[in-house]
Each structure stands twice: as structure tokens, then as C-alpha cells.
């Protein structure tokens, strides 16, 4: 299919849309300086691949100015969730385009400096009068210049020009978590500016976006709505043969698998450096591999080049059973959703399995040549998140910790003691500059034990925190074995002198199994007796996947009247003596 079929292919697809239903939904906004067909539709499809119903708004051409700053606008009017803000480089530079060095350096420099506080008026206004996320795409720099050669030699020239608005632009809002800046730079300089920009159609109708490559920027654009629908996968299950080495080292022997500096056993070692780089960012990895255990084991324990070692696996199936069960015990292991799980196999058969089996994990294509690999998982966006806490950083090491647990939790002869012996201490915090990232993180991911999982951005905690109306507040939990970091989040709202709400109540599946939602509880009725309060109430809304939260109001007492569980403060509740409780 070649790129103009592509486009023509979604274009027809998105007509067909509002037949399906789907689980997730969204609304999302399209603001641009030009003409830019096929974006919208190309995003549409793409988000019903990814069963989202995205309804969407095309502002008029190079209106992007009215519609942000007239609080009447049609953009306001349709709410957007997510919002894309496309300024092409000759739109914000003007004459400067062709002419910079019709003026001084002093001129430029106060020129870009104009430019870029009218996006950052633009983008505050933007933000203070919707709860959208607005992404900004940054600007393309040309290989043009009107001085050829000698612009690197130029103070502050064409080219620099742009290249401080794009650095500047990203500092703007390296911390704010409702405005993201879209490397649109880096795009142009993947697929080359010669396809991106096409004389004939901008000339024809100012598209500056080539109708070929627009499928492609609704792919990079798509990473914004997983991010923000919190989408995104959290496990990478690998095979071990012709998948993180070359050869099968059953037949090959450990000496004669492909894995090193040179071809083709260095196209593996580069992919196990990516799939590292994306464990130290947060990413779980596991294996699944039809193998005998004694000899992928030691090919992973003591093979020179081997990237990857056993302590960055936090669950492995090296066994001779079928790859759909040994999938379906990882999940089980690690707690997570079959759902957040990517699947990676060089064999076709194995994946075709597995796609039959479990639709739901998602079973990448890899290609035949190996050294495409690393690629292939490089431009995955089903792994974008918008944003990154220290947890995460830590979330490799947490799980191999928690391989430490399920072994002493087997080598114990019931679950009491099991808790004991973890010496389980919850800290629980309060939301601050440093714990509301994480809150909010935890809100939007978090699906199995949650009550009511109402999703928040970090903006949204942050005005809960600051209102004397909400307790808001989160748990640390720590055992024996090491940190968990944070990994439990409640919201309540103070409604009255006598009755509190619980908004949000939810824990990290992590830590499901050993009582911390009792700590956590148990914290929140003391505050309330604290406060005088006579009840708490609480919602449970169910889902297709939070089954596992569905008794725990009952089991702590709470009593059914009408739509909402009601605990009478007169009673005692009592945390789990296996706790430590404490508090910042």
C-alpha cells in the first residue's frame, strides 16, 4: 500500500466509525497555522484500533489565535480532553523566513523572544479556561539558509534562531503537566524534509504537511492519547532463541549462539540495550521460552555480551509448556492485566498462537531480520506515558523483590504468618510538590483495586490538596524485603460536621493481598473520629476490571443504603495487626 493509499484508506475508514462502540472514549482538538487533510480521520481510525471512540474538532484554517483567545470559541464550546497546537516554522517566523538577515542580531534575538512569550500567553490562556492537555509541536529547522555555508559561522543565524525557540519552548513547560511540546523537528529529520514538505501542495493549497506522511504524524501524535488515557503497556514478555540472542542454544550450544560485537550477534546486544533502557525507565520484563531451563539460564547468568541479566526479569517461564499458559502465569505472578502486556517471539506460529488465544496482550510483528529489532520496539507508542516518577525508575528492582515474596510466601503454611514475616510498615503521606506526580499517576493507571477509578491529572490533585474541603493523601509501603515505593492513593471529601465521602480509593497491584487497604482505611476513620465526623460513605462503581475491589466495602463494615456503602463511626475498626502504620 503506498503512502497515498494509506491516507485514503483512513479517510474512508473514519466515515464507517460511528457504527462501532468502544471502551475508552475521547475528545480531541486540532488547531494548525495551514491546511492539514486527513489528520483528523487518521487519528480517528487509529484510536478505534485501539478500541477509543475519539470524537474530534478541526479548527479553520490558521484560526489556531481566535480560538484560544475568545473564551466564546467553538474549541471551547466542544471541550477537548487533548488538544494539538501545529505552528508551521514560516507561519511564526513570517518575512524572517526568507529575510533574517534583514535585520541585526540583536533584532532576531528580540523577535524570537516576541515570539515565544505570544505561545506561552497563548498556551496559559489556553490551560486556565480548559482542563486539556495541550501539546505543542516545536519547529522544523530547515537545511536551507540563505547563507549556505557560512551559516554555522554567523552569530545567532537562521538556523539558531529556531533551534532556541524549539530548546526554550521545551523549558517553558519542562514542568507543567498540562502543556507537552511535540518534537515536530525530530520528525521531519526521520522521515526527511523532502517527503514531509511537498512544493506542489503547498503551492496548491498551503499544506506543509505532505497528505503521504500524514498517517504517520497521527502515529507519533496517537503516543498523547495513550499517555493520556493511561493506555500504555507495562510488560515486555520475551522468548529467549532468535529473540534476545541469535541461534537456539539447546542446538547450538552456549559458545555457538549469535551474541556479540560482531553481525549478526550485535544487532541482539542492541536490543537488549534498548529493552534495558526501558526497564530503568519503568517497564517490566519477563520471559516466556520454550527452552531447557539449565541452558538459557546459564547463557543469561554468565554469557559475556548477555545485556540483560536474571535480576532484570521479573518473572521467567523457561519451561517446554505452551506459551499461551506460561503467559497467563506471569500475569498471575506479577498482578497485572493481560491487557498491559506486550509479547515478543521470532517464531510466526507462536505469535499467531497467542494472538487466537489471548487477543488482549498485544503480540508485536517482529520482522524476519533481526537487525530491524531494535527499531521495531523503538517506534512502539503502545509503551508512551506523560510521566515518569521515581517510582518507576524503581519499579525493575520492586519486582524482583517481589519474586523474594511469593517465594516465602510458598514456603509458608498460611497467609497470617506469610504477613508477619513481611514486617509490613505503610507510611502514609500527604499530597505535596513531590507525592502529587505520583497520586495522580496512580489514579490514571490503576484499574484492578480501584473503587471508583476516577482519573485525575496532576492539576487536578493539586487543586484537591489545596481545598480544606478534601483529605488527600497516599501510602509507602515498605517490608523486609525493600521499598515499595508509593503505591496506594485516597481522595475524601469532607462533605459536612457529620459525613465524609470517599472519592478516590485505589491500590497499586503490587501490593494487593497483604491488608495495606485496611491500613489505609484504618487511617482515614481515625481522621474522621479526629474530626467528629458520625459516617463515611463510599461508591463502589464497578468496571470490567476492578472485580477485585467489589467486597472490600462490605468486609470492612461498611453497610448498603441506597447507591452508596456507609461505615457508622461508633463502630470499631480494627487495622491488621501484620501493619505498621505511621505518618509523615
Known amino acids: 500500500?503506498?503512502?497515498?493509499?494509506?491516507?485514503?484508506?483512513?479517510?474512508?475508514?473514519?466515515?464507517?466509525?460511528?457504527?462501532?462502540?468502544?471502551?475508552?472514549?475521547i475528545r480531541i482538538g486540532i488547531l494548525c497555522s495551514f491546511t492539514i487533510n486527513g489528520l483528523e480521520e487518521s487519528i480517528r481510525v487509529k484510536s478505534s484500533e485501539k478500541n477509543i471512540s475519539c470524537i474530534t474538532y478541526v479548527g479553520?484554517?490558521?484560526?489556531?489565535?481566535?480560538?484560544?483567545?475568545?473564551?466564546?470559541?467553538?474549541?471551547?464550546?466542544?471541550?477537548?480532553?487533548?488538544?494539538?497546537?501545529?505552528?508551521?516554522?514560516?507561519?511564526?517566523?513570517?518575512?524572517?523566513?526568507?529575510?533574517?538577515?534583514?535585520?541585526?542580531?540583536?533584532?532576531?534575538?528580540?523577535?524570537?523572544?516576541?515570539?515565544?512569550?505570544?505561545?506561552?500567553?497563548?498556551?496559559?490562556?489556553?490551560?486556565?479556561?480548559?482542563?486539556?492537555?495541550?501539546?505543542?509541536?516545536?519547529?522544523?529547522?530547515?537545511?536551507?539558509?540563505?547563507?549556505?555555508?557560512?551559516?554555522?559561522?554567523?552569530?545567532y543565524g537562521f538556523h539558531k534562531m529556531i533551534e532556541d525557540m524549539n530548546s526554550r519552548l521545551s523549558d517553558f513547560f519542562t514542568n507543567s503537566d498540562s502543556v507537552y511540546v511535540y518534537d515536530f523537528d525530530g520528525f521531519v529529520s526521520l522521515?526527511?524534509?523532502?517527503?514531509?514538505?511537498?512544493?506542489?501542495?503547498?503551492?496548491?493549497?498551503?499544506?506543509?504537511?505532505?497528505?503521504?506522511?500524514?498517517?504517520?504524524?497521527?502515529?507519533?501524535?496517537?503516543?498523547?492519547?495513550?499517555?493520556?488515557?493511561?493506555?500504555?503497556?507495562?510488560c515486555i514478555v520475551l522468548d529467549l532463541d532468535n529473540t534476545l540472542w541469535g541461534g537456539i542454544v539447546g542446538e547450538d550450544g552456549f559458545n555457538g549462539i549469535r551474541l556479540g560485537p560482531e553481525p549478526p550477534g550485535n544487532a541482539y546486544v542492541e536490543f537488549q540495550r534498548i529493552l534495558l533502557s526501558l526497564y530503568q525507565r519503568g517497564i517490566i520484563l519477563a520471559i516466556n521460552s520454550k527452552n531447557n531451563y539449565d541452558d538459557a539460564i546459564k547463557v543469561i547468568k554468565e554469557h559475556p555480551y548477555m545485556i540483560l541479566r536474571e535480576e532484570h526479569f521479573a518473572s521467567m517461564r523457561i519451561n517446554w509448556n505452551d506459551k499461551v499458559s506460561n503467559m497467563k502465569e506471569i500475569a498471575s505472578e506479577l498482578n497485572i492485566s493481560t491487557d498491559s502486556m506486550v509479547f515478543l517471539d521470532d517464531d510466526p506460529v507462536n505469535r499467531e498462537y497467542m494472538r487466537?488465544?489471548?487477543?488482549?496482550?498485544?503480540?508485536?510483528?517482529?520482522?524476519?531480520?533481526?537487525?530491524?529489532?531494535?527499531?521495531?520496539?523503538?517506534?512502539?507508542?503502545?509503551?508512551?506515558?506523560?510521566?515518569?516518577?521515581?517510582?518507576?525508575?524503581?519499579?525493575?528492582?520492586?519486582?524482583?523483590?517481589q519474586r523474594k515474596r511469593n517465594d516465602l510466601e510458598r514456603s509458608t503454611s498460611d497467609l497470617d504468618s506469610f504477613l508477619k514475616q513481611l514486617d509490613l510498615k505503610v507510611l502514609i503521606k500527604n499530597a505535596n510538590e513531590f507525592t502529587i506526580p505520583r497520586i495522580s499517576q496512580l489514579t490514571l493507571k490503576t484499574n484492578q483495586f480501584n473503587l471508583t477509578t476516577?482519573?485525575?491529572?496532576?492539576?487536578?490533585?493539586?487543586?484537591?490538596?489545596?481545598?480544606?474541603?478534601?483529605?488527600?493523601?497516599?501510602a509507602q509501603v515498605e517490608d523486609k524485603f525493600g521499598d515499595n515505593g508509593i503505591t496506594g492513593v485516597f481522595i475524601v471529601h469532607k462533605d459536612n460536621t457529620?459525613?465524609?465521602?470517599?472519592?478516590?480509593f485505589l491500590l497499586s497491584c503490587r501490593v494487593m493481598g497483604?491488608?495495606?487497604?485496611?491500613?489505609?482505611?484504618?487511617?482515614?476513620?481515625?481522621?474522621?473520629?479526629?474530626?467528629?465526623?458520625?459516617?463515611?460513605?463510599?461508591?463502589?462503581?464497578?468496571?470490567?476490571?476492578?472485580?477485585?475491589?467489589?467486597?472490600?466495602?462490605?468486609?470492612?463494615?461498611?453497610?448498603?443504603?441506597?447507591?452508596?456503602?456507609?461505615?457508622?463511626?461508633?463502630?470499631?475498626?480494627i487495622i491488621p495487626d501484620c501493619l505498621t502504620i505511621s505518618t509523615e
Open 60 to 155: 479553520d484554517y490558521n484560526q489556531y489565535n481566535q480560538e484560544i483567545l475568545n473564551k466564546e470559541s467553538s474549541l471551547y464550546k466542544f471541550s477537548p480532553e487533548v488538544t494539538f497546537l501545529i505552528i508551521d516554522t514560516r507561519n511564526i517566523l513570517g518575512d524572517l523566513f526568507h529575510f533574517p538577515y534583514s535585520i541585526s542580531e540583536s533584532e532576531r534575538k528580540n523577535f524570537v523572544e516576541k515570539k515565544l512569550k505570544e505561545i506561552q500567553d497563548l498556551a496559559n490562556t489556553f490551560v486556565s479556561r480548559t482542563k486539556s492537555k495541550l501539546i505543542i509541536a516545536n519547529f522544523s529547522v530547515p537545511t536551507y539558509s540563505p547563507y549556505g555555508i557560512f551559516e554555522t559561522k554567523t552569530e
Open 514 to 573: 497483604r491488608e495495606v487497604e485496611k491500613g489505609m482505611l484504618g487511617y482515614i476513620v481515625d481522621k474522621a473520629k479526629e474530626n467528629g465526623i458520625e459516617q463515611i460513605k463510599a461508591q463502589f462503581i464497578p468496571t470490567q476490571k476492578n472485580k477485585a475491589i467489589e467486597d472490600f466495602l462490605p468486609n470492612c463494615g461498611f453497610q448498603r443504603v441506597g447507591d452508596y456503602w456507609v461505615y457508622n463511626l461508633k463502630s470499631q475498626f
Open 454 to 474: 476516577k482519573r485525575y491529572q496532576e492539576s487536578d490533585i493539586q487543586k484537591f490538596s489545596e481545598d480544606n474541603k478534601y483529605l488527600v493523601g497516599c
Open 191 to 234: 522521515h526527511g524534509e523532502e517527503n514531509i514538505f511537498d512544493y506542489k501542495q503547498f503551492f496548491f493549497g498551503d499544506m506543509k504537511i505532505s497528505l503521504d506522511y500524514i498517517p504517520y504524524l497521527a502515529n507519533d501524535l496517537m503516543s498523547y492519547v495513550i499517555g493520556h488515557l493511561g493506555l500504555s503497556k507495562k
Open 498 to 504: 457529620k459525613e465524609w465521602t470517599i472519592d478516590t
Open 1 to 25: 500500500m503506498t503512502t497515498e493509499q494509506k491516507l485514503s484508506y483512513y479517510i474512508n475508514k473514519a466515515s464507517e466509525l460511528t457504527k462501532k462502540s468502544f471502551e475508552k472514549k
Open 356 to 401: 487466537l488465544s489471548m487477543p488482549q496482550v498485544l503480540t508485536v510483528e517482529l520482522p524476519e531480520d533481526s537487525s530491524q529489532y531494535a527499531d521495531t520496539i523503538k517506534k512502539m507508542n503502545e509503551l508512551s506515558v506523560l510521566s515518569i516518577t521515581n517510582e518507576d525508575g524503581q519499579r525493575g528492582k520492586m519486582y524482583l523483590e
